[in-house]
């Protein structure tokens, strides 16, 4: 990878999730509505980060965001 700058600092995003608990689609199986439907701070998914993460991407570069996942992702779906 090629930096765009002449030194030897790089520039980065960091950015990280956790509590996903596993969750892959906004669906509750349960009420068979989206989760965020009645609670909007309730919204869950890989859908919604992925949305952020990408956004970032494309504003920052996609090789200048780093993503850490935090864990807990056994628990959910």
Partial sequence: MKLKYKSNLACFVLKTKTFIYGTLVDHDYF????????KPQNVRGMDHPSTAIQNVREEKGKNAVLLLDNGDAAQGS
């Fill in 31 to 38: 009420t068979g509505q989206p989760f965020g439907s009645s």
